[in-house]
Structure formats: structure tokens, C-alpha cells
């Protein structure tokens, strides 16, 4: 089974810098995390898990969702995803949590689709 663990997730001020981590490790059924399209979702308490950013298997095509536009870029390289996240607000405040889609391309950001999932990892901006 594929494995996903997030880090790099902490307590910076309004304005500033992060980049999440997921290493993932394992296989399932002989393909391996850099067989499949792969996604970053954040989720608050009292909401529902939304789709940040996407990039397919070949990292030709990614995908951020308006609100990070611009400020959030994914990346991947070697089983490991990366979330660089630049000029945080309050609202970016969430667990991030890193996900696996098997398929080559992102196709859709519902939670539902991704069928491998990460811990999770806190990011907290302060104002």
C-alpha cells in the first residue's frame, strides 16, 4: 500500500513562507506513488475537506484553486510532493493533507476521488 506522510507545516505570520512535504513510500498492485496524479486538500473544523492544488503524474498539468492562485505552487520529484506556499493570509489556516488519485490526471478536486490519503500536517498564519 501506498503511504503518504506530510510535514513542514508550523506557525508563520500573515505574509510569510511555507513548503509542505509528503514523502510517500510502498506500492499498490505493483504501481507506486509516482504511477499516479496527486493533490494537496486543506480542511478547517466545521468544513469540508477542499481541494487546494493538483498536479498530474508527468507534473504537465497543474491546477490551484483561485484563492492560492498565484501564491501556491505544487511540485513533485522523486515520491515526494511539494506545496510552496508564499504570502500566507489567515484564511490559508488549515491541516493540509496530501492525497493520491489513481489516474494519470487530476480529473476533478473532490476528496472522493483520491483514495490514498496522508495525516495531515497543521499550518497556522497568524494576523
Known amino acids: 500500500q501506498v503511504q503518504l506522510v506530510e510535514s513542514g507545516g508550523g506557525l508563520v505570520q500573515a505574509g510569510g513562507s511555507l513548503r509542505l512535504s509528503c514523502t510517500a513510500s510502498g506500492t499498490t498492485y505493483g504501481s507506486s506513488f509516482d504511477d499516479f496524479a496527486a493533490a494537496w486538500f486543506r480542511q478547517t473544523p466545521g468544513k469540508e475537506r477542499e481541494g487546494v492544488s493538483c498536479?498530474?503524474?508527468?507534473?504537465?498539468v497543474v491546477d490551484y484553486i483561485d484563492p492560492v492562485e498565484g501564491r501556491f505552487t505544487i511540485s513533485r520529484d522523486n515520491a515526494k510532493l511539494y506545496l510552496q506556499m508564499n504570502h500566507l493570509k489567515p484564511e490559508d489556516a488549515a491541516i493540509y493533507y496530501c492525497?493520491?488519485?489513481?489516474?494519470?490526471?487530476?480529473?476533478?478536486?473532490?476528496?472522493?476521488?483520491?483514495?490514498?490519503w496522508g495525516q495531515g500536517t497543521q499550518v497556522t498564519v497568524s494576523s
Open positions: 498536479i498530474s503524474k508527468y507534473g504537465d
Open positions: 492525497a493520491v488519485r489513481k489516474s494519470v490526471y487530476c480529473l476533478g478536486s473532490s476528496p472522493s476521488g483520491y483514495s490514498i
